[in-house]
């Protein structure tokens, strides 16, 4: 069974404070993603990257950065976290060729700031 | 069930020609809908983004309409450009519970 996993459920951090959200995906896929999830606003990108190294900024970059030091491996960083920054992270990975089942997603981090 | 579908799943068209490409969603709520380009090897980039009460909302060559009635969606690609050869993908957002509904996607190849 294919996975991706992100390494919190839930996390509650301080405004100010460092913060890394961790994604780990089993199929060897080469893109992988991170979005936010917001009610009312939907899923909005904050970074992919489509290789080793790679990385592209998607719509709402601002306040975040990412690493993807190994092909499995995609992490998302607050480098000093804020209260708007509170929301759901999802990150996704996908396939060079996009195939029907498109993305597949883990099951989230809900990060609160305080 | 929730459901995004469209097609066709592949299209080919030659360079200047106009297509248009349809989704037909079931999700319900509905929050709104997504268009997505994705180049080979890249992440999908977002072209358009309709919310229950637009019907049409353009972003250059790309067009996309939204009958929240009949739960359909288009995009239409007009005088198309070899950089439009990419997969389109549309996707649903539900209103309730932050559920995404991808669908499967057009690869859309432009020749000269």
């Known amino acids: 069974d294919v996975k991706v996993t992100q390494s919190s459920r839930y996390l509650v951090k301080r405004t100010g404070e460092k913060v890394f959200l961790e994604c780990v995906q089993d199929?060897?896929?080469?893109?992988m993603f991170w979005y936010r999830q917001d009610p009312g606003l939907g899923l909005r990108l904050i970074y992919f990257?489509?290789?080793?190294?790679?990385?592209e900024k998607g719509d709402i970059p601002e306040g975040y950065s990412v690493s993807r030091e190994k092909k499995e491996r995609f992490s998302l960083i607050l480098e000093s976290a804020s209260t708007n920054q509170t929301s759901m992270y999802l990150c996704?990975?996908?396939?060079?060729?996009?195939?029907?089942?498109?993305?597949?997603f883990g099951s989230g981090t809900r990060l609160t700031v305080v | 069930k929730n459901q995004v579908e469209q097609s066709p799943q592949s299209l080919i068209i030659l360079e200047g020609k106009n297509c248009t490409l349809q989704c037909n969603y079931t999700v319900s709520p509905f929050s709104n809908l997504r268009w997505y380009k994705q180049d080979t090897g890249r992440g999908p980039v977002s072209l358009t983004i309709?919310?229950?009460?637009?019907n049409t909302k353009s972003n250059g060559r790309y067009t996309a309409t939204l009958d929240a009635d009949t739960k359909q969606s288009s995009l239409h690609i007009t005088a198309s450009q070899l950089s439009d050869s990419a997969s389109y993908i549309c996707v649903v957002l539900k209103a309730a519970g932050n559920k995404l509904t991808f669908g499967g996607g057009t690869r859309v190849l432009v020749k000269p």
């Open positions: 990257s489509y290789d080793v190294k790679m990385k």
């Open positions: 309709m919310t229950f009460s637009e």
């Open positions: 996704a990975s996908s396939s060079l060729t996009l195939g029907s089942q498109g993305y597949t």
């Open positions: 199929m060897d896929h080469e893109n």
